[in-house]
């Protein structure tokens, strides 16, 4: 069992950053695959980025060059590092692990 905690959600206006973080803790040697996901209002979720245990990372065309994943090298905390944010960002987002387990999710509002 892997419990994730995301933190670092919030208010941002357009072109602003804001970095998401997410805490693993449990059966930590097991994670293989850690992502983000979000779900814009209305909408389905919808993958973000994703990072292997080997470090190679992958993004949705929305966020590529403006988003950047990222772990600690022990696996508890990953990143999410998000520039030029766009009012399109505006979703709750998830922290995702061996595609199984699931945070509670964060807000994040982009609007000036």
């Known amino acids: 069992q892997v419990q994730l905690v995301e933190s670092g959600g919030g208010l941002v206006q357009p072109g602003g950053s804001l970095m998401l973080s997410c805490r693993a803790s449990g059966t930590i040697s097991t994670i293989y695959l850690m992502g983000w996901y979000r779900q814009p209002p209305g909408k389905q979720r919808e993958l973000v980025a994703t990072?292997?245990?080997?470090?190679?990372?992958m993004y949705a065309d929305s966020v590529k060059g403006r988003f950047t994943i990222s772990r600690d090298n022990a696996w508890i905390t990953v990143y999410l590092q998000m520039n030029s944010l766009k009012s399109e960002d505006t979703a709750v987002y998830f922290c995702?692990?061996?595609?199984?387990?699931w945070g509670q999710g964060i807000q994040v509002t982009v609007s000036s």
């Open positions: 990072i292997s245990k080997g470090g190679t990372s």
């Open positions: 995702n692990c061996n595609y199984g387990y």
